[in-house]
T-cell receptor, first 115, second 114 residues
């Protein structure tokens, strides 16, 4: 079954601790994305990557970091510098084909709660 | 920069009634438009998309949407809702090929009453 896996589904951390959220895809997509979702605010783009070993900041990158060492993996680290880390985090992936617009496919999400 | 407005935060409709969810976008060129649905605590599922051509697009689960350039709108419709349609719905706009960043609206929560 092709798809996007995010783990864990629920994550609890103490304030001041860094935490890493996992995102893996077996769709052979080149591009991967991280979004943050807060009630009433929709989805906001944190980081995205269109190729291995390269990534760009989205609209709300402060306090977050990412890596893209493998095509299928795009982990997100929420650092202690992120002031309000409690949120629902969604990972997505898409092809990168310059001839067409490539829709994004989403994972099931990770709910992070910082205590 | 593109933006999306979903003016209705919450809509309640009776099962079997028709539905229209509003979406207005702002973008300088031809937009790429999407509607996604999200069940509580889940990821997003694509309902339909508009890239070009026919302005009335059909999606999954009996949904359709109409692109109206003159009104900068892309409203989602369904002629008869089912209890399983209760969810949150997001409209999104994309920019150019090869840079598939999406800008999302704030969402509309749909409640279905018997």
């Amino acid at each position: 079954d092709g798809g996007i896996t995010q783990s864990p589904k629920y994550l609890f951390r103490k304030e001041g601790q860094n935490v890493t959220l996992s995102c893996e895809q077996n769709l052979n997509h080149d591009a991967m994305y991280w979004y943050r979702q807060d009630p009433g605010q929709g989805l906001r783009l944190i980081y995205y990557s269109q190729i291995v070993n390269d990534f760009q900041k989205g609209d709300i990158a402060e306090g977050y970091s990412v890596s893209r060492e493998k095509k299928e993996s795009f982990p997100l680290t929420v650092t202690s510098a992120q002031k309000n880390p409690t949120a629902f985090y969604l990972c997505a992936s898409s092809n990168v084909d310059r001839a067409v617009y490539n829709e994004q496919f989403f994972g099931p999400g990770t709910r992070l709660t910082v205590l | 920069a593109q933006s999306v407005t979903q003016p209705d935060i919450h809509i309640t409709v009776s099962e079997g009634a028709s539905l229209e969810l509003r979406c207005n976008y702002s973008y300088g060129a031809t937009p790429y438009l999407f509607w996604y649905v999200q069940s509580p605590g889940q990821g997003l599922q694509l309902l339909l998309k508009y890239f070009s051509g026919d302005t009335l697009v059909q999606g999954i689960k009996g949904f359709e949407a109409e692109f109206k350039r003159s009104q900068s709108s892309f409203n989602l419709r369904k002629p008869s809702v089912h209890w399983s349609d209760a969810a949150e719905y997001f409209c999104a706009v994309g920019a150019t090929f090869g840079n598939e960043k999406l800008t999302f609206g704030t969402g509309t929560r749909l409640t279905i009453i018997p």
